[in-house]
T-cell receptor, first 114, second 116 residues
Framework: DQQVKQNSPSLSVQEGRISILNCDYT??????FLWYKKYPAEGPTFLIS?????DKNEDGRFTVFLNKSAKHLSLHIVPSQPGDSAVYFC?????????????FGKGTLLTVNP | DTGVSQNPRHKITKRGQNVTFRCDPI?????LYWYRQTLGQGPEFLTY????????KSRLLSDRFSAERPKGSFSTLEIQRTEQGDSAMYLC??????????????FGEGSRLTVL
């Protein structure tokens, strides 16, 4: 069962515009949600996270929104830059579990065109 | 470089052979994780160590897979009698106790396995 779904395999935006990446989840036990960014030939890098008790978290150009009733979160990047071009993974975490394992979606390839 | 280091970066082997990957985590991190990523998929959890204790193993980790973390420092992941389905990127990550609770992991660059 796919507990974290990223239904858009790819997204293309113009430099300076907003990028919105979406993620849906099914596991109600997740209490943290994270976004990781991955460049080719590199490992994933933590970008931003949000606790399930919040609905928004902002860090510079990156903002994550959480809608618990819809089991949906989104990552907004404003303004988008060519260096943001990467694969973005959404992940859920049940911190009450014994292993702190992350459950990842399949990722969305973001391309920011100059 | 004080990040997570993985070796080898790429391993090509024939079916039936054994392979071993090594991970050196960030030195002060006591938590270490192995994930596997196949083409078009996100990373999938394999196993987790807290210090030298292996606390969790995924059902993905068949009997042919074994992971160790002697003395709570580096870790090895061994795959015996490799199969073509084992071809994947094997990612190691580490975290401190505090950051691990909220899911902030530091990943290495991965070890890509190709089984012919």
């Amino acid at each position: 069962d796919q507990q974290v779904k990223q239904n858009s395999p790819s997204l293309s935006v113009q430099e300076g515009r907003i990028s919105i990446l979406n993620c849906d989840y099914t596991n109600s036990m997740f209490d943290y949600f994270l976004w990781y960014k991955k460049y080719p030939a590199e490992g994933p890098t933590f970008l931003i996270s949000i606790s399930s008790i919040k609905d928004k978290n902002e860090d510079g150009r990156f903002t994550v929104f959480l809608n618990k009733s819809a089991k949906h979160l989104s990552l907004h990047i404003v303004p988008s830059q060519p260096g943001d071009s990467a694969v973005y993974f959404c992940a859920g975490l049940n911190s009450g579990g014994s292993n702190y394992k992350l459950t990842f979606g399949k990722g969305t390839l973001l391309t920011v065109n100059p | 470089d004080t990040g997570v280091s993985q070796n080898p970066r790429h391993k090509i082997t024939k079916r039936g052979q054994n392979v071993t990957f090594r991970c050196d985590p960030i030195s002060e991190h006591n938590r270490l994780y192995w994930y596997r990523q196949t083409l078009g998929q996100g990373p999938e959890f394999l196993t987790y160590f807290q210090n030298e204790a292996q606390l969790e193993k995924s059902r993905l980790l068949s009997d042919r897979f074994s992971a160790e973390r002697p003395k709570g420092s580096f870790s090895t992941l061994e795959i015996q009698r490799t199969e073509q389905g084992d071809s994947a990127m094997y990612l190691c990550a580490s975290s401190s106790a505090l950051r691990g609770i909220t899911g902030e992991l530091f990943f290495g660059e991965g070890s890509r396995l190709t089984v012919l």
